[in-house]
């Protein structure tokens, strides 16, 4: 069994938690398809890596129509 301790001491926002998931492994994919399953029309995913500081990450956010 793998644990995960996700420590939020100072707050954490959505974009955040999915970039997290797709670091810690988590397919785009996989994370596309079950955000698919809330059939909400327009709503798409856009992940890309940034750079903040000495600190690299995934930034997973997500698009909704106008």
Request: charged residues 25%; proline residues 5%.
């Amino acid at each position: 069994m793998k644990i995960a301790y996700f420590d939020c001491f100072s707050g954490c926002s959505g974009d955040m938690i999915l970039g997290a998931l797709v670091d810690a492994g988590l397919s785009l994919e996989v994370l596309r398809s079950e955000i698919a399953r809330l059939m909400l029309p327009g709503v798409d995913l856009k992940a890309e890596k940034v750079r903040r500081g000495a600190l690299i990450g995934t930034r997973v956010q997500v698009i909704t129509p106008p």
